[in-house]
């Protein structure tokens, strides 16, 4: 019987509803907290982001700056043949619009960097949501900054992780998506980023790192760029090579991966051998041009001349001026080897375990920085016959034999012990033909040297020492010396107006004049080679160098006459006091006023202010300064034609048959034209000379004046430098010789003024001074005769 109210065939047991698993009420309860929590935080931080965006976004900075960027951009200084020389500033940086950075460097940035770059509009949702992915399943953590954040922030923002900057980042972001085109950001990216080594952008790493245009970059090295960005410090390629080379191969795979290479290029980047610039690839030393040329344009524009990006082309040619370094080097050290070794730069206690010492010996040469070919080493083990050492590199190297007669006195056992070569000392070598090393030490004695082309004022090479790192006093503009024997052509070039003639005689016998006549002390000059030859020919005076025969001269012409005589050429007057010491290069010169002078004998008689910049332009190409050659015309003629003709023939008979005889017999060439110069004492060394489109003058010397040994001369010192010069820089310039202007004439093989050609000149000087006992005539009295016969037809 059924109960009453319970259906048919039901139970007995009381109603209960549908039960669930203890499982699944532990899972369910929780989810649904979790997705009420999500929709209350999605709520929020739509609410908090639009708070934000009222309230941050108006406070955002302005970006129009962006569109009219201008970023510092350092001063380049580069030769008249286009060869970059230097660049001045604190951030070295070239601007490249976006059309000229090559598409390889581009997506090696883009695969590395951003590679959605062109799909977000600022912000990469999906590269963030899987970075986040990324950071909660890894220890290590994944950035999601866009290119654009990143402009942002290099830009406008801090450099610190907090949540409010990132807020700021992704919003400022998104302001310069909207105001700018993609090509634009991207642009202002690769010109702005700090990249290692002081460069900033991808065009100035690429010269800094391969010493290349950023337009001549391969995958790998594109690559290899891209990676600087994270971390310019740690995967810097020259301090960190293996470190840099991890990344640069990962990013070669990035590239495969985007797309953006093929797998053939792919596995050619990869296997890629890298050749990195070093500090001292320098294509060419023109420190102490490239610091005048500094000067010059800050003198004009203040500190904006290291920031606006200006573009300085010199007269400069760059082949000329490897050739005048080299030159000026090679002689100061062969002088140098001349010299009496002066000992070790420091000692360096090394230590007796081998795995040490060769960070013992870097560290200690750390202090002692190669001087280009010069290199510093440490000695391991020294004998007479022979020297162990190890460079900077970490080359062991040998000397034997004549490598080390320059330190002989060094190895010697009798050495004084701070002079004495053993092991730890650090020395200097010199690396010579078939690998053979020479001992050597850093010269103390200094040099310059300058060559101008006489038709324009251009400087074609200026070299003011030995070395810029050493010494940065510029011995072509700043130093003052006595010229010598270099300065008597300007007397001479005066006499030819007081009725001299190259056949004038003079006598060459001695001389005595008391404290009114020199303006000091009492005088008794002398020749160099202590000789007096008795009467001779101007021409033959000048080619011999010989002091009575100048200093009669001048007497003849007046100390104060000369004086005003040498104006002409570029001298100050003041520097050159009317005294007859005068007459042997007395007074004071720069080798820079020297060239500018001989400049006028080379020109045919113009006086021209030299030249050493050309050009300026500004970033965006601008031309700010343009100097157009300087002309040979009437208004800057300083000596009649006839003149400069006539001093050109004395000079050619210097360089033919005179002191400066090795020039002509050297070079094989007749055009050749100069003096050497050796001052008392042999204090300064000089040779000034040219060819008609090019002079050139080199001085040698110590800073604080001192003998530069008994046997030296400017023949011997200075004329070998110039000689290796002009070999170079005349090399595939054909002869040429100066034409006879109007008004001399020749007589008998000499030039003559037409007004002097028949005796109306001076004939003789000092001839009836008591020649000296047992003096040799330099012209016998058969020649003297003829020489007057010319005088009287």
Same mark, same amino acid.
């Given at each position: ?602 020109? =045919? #008689?113009? @006086?021209?202010? +030299? /030249?050493? &910049?050309?050009?300026?332009?500004? !970033?965006?190409?601008? *031309? ?89 001369? =400017? #023949?011997? @010192?200075?004329? +070998? /430098?110039? &000689?290796?010069?002009?070999?170079? !820089?005349?090399?595939? *310039? ?60």
């Amino acid at each position: 019987m059924t109960e009453p109210g319970r259906p048919p065939n039901s139970s007995s047991k009381p109603a209960s509803p549908t039960r669930r698993s203890p499982l699944s009420r532990w899972l369910l309860r929780p989810l649904m907290v979790l997705l009420g929590a999500c929709t209350a935080l999605a709520l929020s931080v739509a609410v908090l982001g639009a708070i934000a965006l009222a309230v941050a976004y108006p406070q955002l900075p302005q970006i129009d700056g962006l569109a009219d960027y201008r970023p510092k951009l350092p001063m380049r200084i580069y030769s008249a043949d286009g060869v970059m020389l230097a660049e001045f500033g604190e951030e070295r940086r070239r601007f490249l619009p976006i059309a000229q950075i090559p598409k390889v460097m581009q997506d090696a940035v883009l695969a590395i960097e951003d590679a959605r770059f062109y799909q977000h509009g600022g912000v990469d949702y999906l590269g963030v949501l899987r970075a986040g992915l990324a950071n909660f399943g890894e220890s290590r953590s994944q950035g999601a900054s866009t290119i654009t954040m990143q402009v942002a922030r290099n830009f406008y923002l801090s450099r610190e992780k907090t949540f409010t900057r990132k807020i700021y980042e992704i919003l400022l972001a998104l302001k310069i998506e909207n105001q700018l085109s993609k090509e634009r950001i991207l642009e202002l990216y690769m010109n702005q980023i700090y990249l290692g080594q002081r460069a900033y952008g991808f065009a100035a790493a690429s010269e800094t790192y391969f010493g290349k245009p950023l337009e001549k970059v391969s995958i790998a090295e594109a690559a290899m760029l891209a990676g600087l960005p994270k971390a310019p410090s740690a995967y810097n390629p020259v301090a960190n090579p293996r470190r840099a080379t991890i990344r640069q191969q990962y990013i070669i795979d990035r590239m495969l991966e985007g797309g953006f290479i093929t797998q053939a290029q792919h596995d050619e980047a990869k296997h890629e051998e890298l050749h990195y610039r070093t500090p001292s690839d320098v294509a060419v030393h023109a420190e102490y041009v490239a610091e005048t040329a500094r000067q010059l344009m800050f003198s004009q524009y203040g500190d904006e001349a290291y920031t606006r990006g200006f573009n300085v082309q010199l007269t400069l040619n760059a082949e000329d001026q490897k050739a005048a370094y080299q030159a000026l080097r090679r002689g100061l050290m062969d002088y140098e080897r001349r010299q009496v070794y002066r000992g070790p730069e420091a000692y360096v206690d090394l230590p007796n375990d081998p795995k040490e010492l060769d960070l013992r010996i870097a560290e200690a040469l750390n202090d002692h920085p190669d001087n280009d070919d010069l290199r510093a080493a440490v000695v391991l083990e020294a004998s007479p016959r022979k020297v162990v050492a190890v460079l900077q590199s970490g080359e062991s190297i040998t000397v034997t034999g004549d490598g080390l007669k320059p330190v002989a006195s060094g190895l010697s056992d009798k050495a004084a012990a701070q002079k004495q070569i053993r092991r730890g000392a650090v020395v200097r070598a010199v690396k010579g033909p078939k690998d053979t090393w020479t001992l050597t030490q850093q010269p103390e004695v200094e040099g310059a040297f300058v060559a101008l082309d006489p038709r324009d004022g251009a400087i074609r090479a200026l070299v003011g020492g030995f070395d810029w790192r050493k010494n940065k006093f510029n011995h072509v503009t700043q130093a003052w010396r006595q010229p010598g024997s270099s300065f008597k052509p300007f007397i001479y070039s005066a006499a030819l107006e007081k009725g001299f003639t190259p056949a004038t005689i003079v006598n060459d016998s001695p001389l005595f004049f008391d404290a009114g006549t020199t303006g000091s002390q009492p005088w008794e000059p002398k020749n160099y080679d202590g000789t007096f030859d008795g009467p001779m020919t101007l021409r033959r005076a000048l080619a011999k160098s010989k002091n009575m025969v100048s200093i009669r001269v001048l007497q003849n012409v007046g100390t104060h006459t000369a004086q005003q005589w040498i104006t002409r050429f570029g001298f100050e007057a003041e520097k050159h006091p009317a005294y007859l010491t005068m007459a042997l290069g007395a007074g004071s010169v720069t080798p820079m006023q020297m060239a500018t002078a001989y400049s006028v004998f080379a020109n =045919g #008689g113009h @006086l021209l202010n +030299p /030249v050493l &910049i050309r050009r300026v332009t500004d !970033a965006d190409g601008r *031309v700010l300064h343009d100097s157009p050659p300087q002309a040979l015309t009437d208004d800057n003629r300083v000596l009649n034609a006839r003149n400069a003709f006539v001093m050109d023939s004395l000079l050619q008979e210097v360089a033919r048959s005179g002191t400066a005889a090795k020039a002509q017999a050297t070079l094989r060439r007749p055009d050749l034209y100069g003096k050497t110069g050796t001052t008392n004492d042999a204090m300064d060394a000089w040779f000034a000379g040219f060819q008609p489109s090019l002079a050139a003058v080199v001085w040698i010397g110590y800073d604080q004046p001192r003998k530069l040994g008994d046997r030296e001369t =400017g #023949g011997g @010192l200075a004329l +070998p /430098v110039w &000689i290796e010069f002009m070999g170079r !820089a005349l090399r595939n *310039v054909p002869v040429q010789e100066m034409e006879a202007p109007q008004g001399v004439v020749n007589v008998g093989g000499e030039w003559f003024y037409e007004e002097y050609a028949h005796g109306e000149g001076v004939t003789g000087v000092g001839l009836g001074d008591k020649p000296p006992a047992g003096a040799e005539p330099a012209a016998s009295e058969e020649e003297r005769k003829s020489i007057l016969d010319l005088f009287k037809r």
